[in-house]
């Protein structure tokens, strides 16, 4: 089973520029970002802009026939109602976005996010024929035994219900709470391990196919300097990253450092 219309290789790399940039701040970004790209085939690459942002961000990227990628950081699980304050996947979708990010630490961390919300968010997304970037990962380091428990619930909490030919539509991002924001990745070992035990654990529950299908990003302090060994690792598919990407330049960076890892030619399933 193979998803339909994917608009994305590999390397997959992106930014959530979280609570920052207003629209004007959100255009200068994008030119930036556009110009560094444009001789730059390879790679796909996507923003994931503040509500408010994001029509600009459809805007500029049409107008100037763009082939980054965005969508937005949350969304409602239900597609309409009595829900003050929230917006919903068919008004993301109206406004082009491709990808919703659900079930970041900091959602779970100030917004009380859980692994239950996070999977009625999912299906909204699904439903409304977007792709879902799933963050998922442990908050303290711990040992292999208990980090390799708490991702097999939590993954299997997050894609409860879901049928494989949803499930070859969604991306996953391993971001453990202990990488964000923090002075340092975690080490190319341990995501190496973690991507393996992830692509096992779709594997058992979807197949082969499916799982080859669903692109794995690592996120949590990438920068210039780990970059690229972090894109040479096999299981890893692309780069979801924070600060280093919060000026253009800085992604566009990245970009180039992902693309000179010599695993990074192949598109995924
Ligand atoms: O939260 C992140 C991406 O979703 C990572 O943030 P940093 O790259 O700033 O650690």
């Known amino acids: 089973m193979t998803s339909n219309n994917r608009p994305y290789g590999k390397p997959l790399i992106g930014t959530s520029w979280k609570m920052n940039k207003t629209n004007q701040e959100a255009l200068t970004y994008l030119q930036r970002l556009q110009e560094r790209l444009k001789d730059r085939s390879g790679a796909s690459v996507f923003i994931l802009p503040p509500f408010s942002a994001l029509s600009e961000t459809q805007r500029f990227l049409q107008e100037s026939d763009s082939p980054i990628l965005f969508g937005s950081q949350n969304v409602h699980w239900d ?16 406004i082009g976005c491709q990808f919703v990010e659900i079930n970041h630490q ?22 409304n024929n977007m792709s879902p970037i799933i963050c998922l990962g442990e908050e303290k380091r711990e040992t292999w035994d208990l980090t390799e428990a708490f991702l097999r619930y939590q993954l299997l909490q997050l894609l409860a219900g879901l049928e494989p030919a949803a499930a070859a539509n969604i991306i996953l991002a391993y971001e453990p709470l202990w990488a964000i924001g923090a ?7 341990h995501v190496a391990q973690v991507h393996a035990l992830l692509r096992r654990l779709l594997t058992e529950k979807y197949g082969i196919t499916v799982a080859q299908a669903i692109p794995l990003l690592y996120g949590g302090s990438v920068n210039r300097q780990n970059a690229a060994e972090l894109s040479l690792l096999p299981e890893v598919d692309g780069l979801f990253v ?6 253009p330049d800085g992604l566009a960076d990245l970009v180039e450092l992902a693309l000179q890892a010599p695993s990074a030619a192949s598109s995924i399933a």
Do not use: C, Q, Y
């Open 79 to 94: 597609d309409a109602g009595a829900f003050t304050g929230e917006v919903s996947a068919p008004m993301l979708k109206e």
């Open 106 to 127: 900091e959602r779970r961390r100030w917004f009380s996010e859980t692994n239950e919300t996070a999977n009625w968010k999912i299906h909204a997304v699904l439903r």
């Open 183 to 189: 002075a340092e990745a975690a080490s190319p070992a």
């Open 242 to 247: 924070g600060r280093a990407a919060l000026e």
